[in-house]
């Protein structure tokens, strides 16, 4: 049973990350397969909605903005032909699912609160743990989309910061097909940037410092399927395109501590609190 000893948690609050190995039973990783692979099958034709970070593309519409407390479908922008068709089978040009598998479907509601994840985010010292946001992240052979370096805490304000992301590889994750990397130590310059609701539904990235991540020394995190990477908040990190011909499925889950202010100017609403465990 997994639970963190003295060295691993200076480890994670000296790098702002910490990888654990063999920590979800591949059964159960198959089994979150199954149910995402299901659920995209299922999933009614919607309006695709394009997920990128690239910020002059980001599309911020009613779809995404939505989706906090539901469970919504995003696109991988090169599945599109130039007149914006679906060039490749929809179960090969999906991007990710969120936002709120982990409350509405059961089977992630299930992994998503099993003691051995509670455990772990009680040792990483968040108070009064509520999870509050999670995806379902495909990676596709040849089209998934790269993530730019960034802080979770950009897209999730808590006041003071306390939040907390956990990363499950549920298949190999390599260089090759796009495993994440991070800045060891990074999380210490503080938040860089803020993704902002305005009141009137438009968004806006605001520059709160001037930390340029290019040039941080970004280290790769490759681990087998059933890992978890934990995330402080403010940690930089990315992951990179995935240009070969394996995905890359990982499943993620945000936990706040309801301890923290969650303002307004956060993209992502609920219309019911975000539980815990
Ligand atoms: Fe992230």
Redesign the pocket.
């Known amino acids: 049973m997994t639970s963190l000893d003295a060295d691993q948690r200076a480890r994670f609050r000296r790098d702002g990350f910490l990888v654990l190995e063999g920590f979800a039973p591949d059964e159960e990783c198959d089994a979150l397969r199954a149910r995402a692979d299901a659920l995209v099958a299922f999933e009614p034709s919607s309006v695709p909605s394009i997920f990128t970070t690239d910020e002059q593309a980001r599309r911020t519409d009613e779809y995404f903005l939505g989706s906090g407390d539901q469970i919504r479908f995003f696109f991988e922008s090169l599945a599109f032909d130039s007149g914006g068709a679906l060039a490749v089978k929809k179960e090969h040009a999906i991007n990710k699912i969120g936002h709120a598998l982990h409350d509405l479907d059961p089977l992630f509601d299930h992994f998503s609160r099993a003691p051995r994840v509670a455990r772990l985010v009680s040792d990483l010292g968040l108070a009064s743990p509520r999870l509050l946001q999670s995806m379902y992240i495909f990676k596709q052979p040849r089209i998934g989309g790269e ?1 730019r370096c ?1 802080q ?1 805490a950009t897209f999730l304000q808590t006041e003071p910061q306390a939040m907390v ?1 956990l990363w499950f590889a549920l298949e190999d994750a390599t260089e090759e097909n796009g495993c994440l990397w991070a800045i060891p130590g990074g999380h210490r310059a503080g938040l860089q940037s803020l993704f902002v609701r305005n009141s009137d539904d438009t968004t806006t990235m605001r520059v709160l410092g001037d930390v340029t991540w290019e040039d941080g020394p970004l280290v790769p995190l490759p681990v087998k399927k059933g890992a978890v990477i934990l ?1 402080d908040g403010l940690v930089p ?1 990315l992951s990179k395109q995935n240009r070969s011909e394996r995905s890359r499925h990982a499943y993620t889950l945000h936990a706040v501590s309801a301890e923290s202010a969650y303002p307004e100017t956060n993209w992502l609403r609920r219309a019911m609190p975000a539980r815990g465990f």
């Open positions: 993530v960034h979770d992301g995330l990190h």
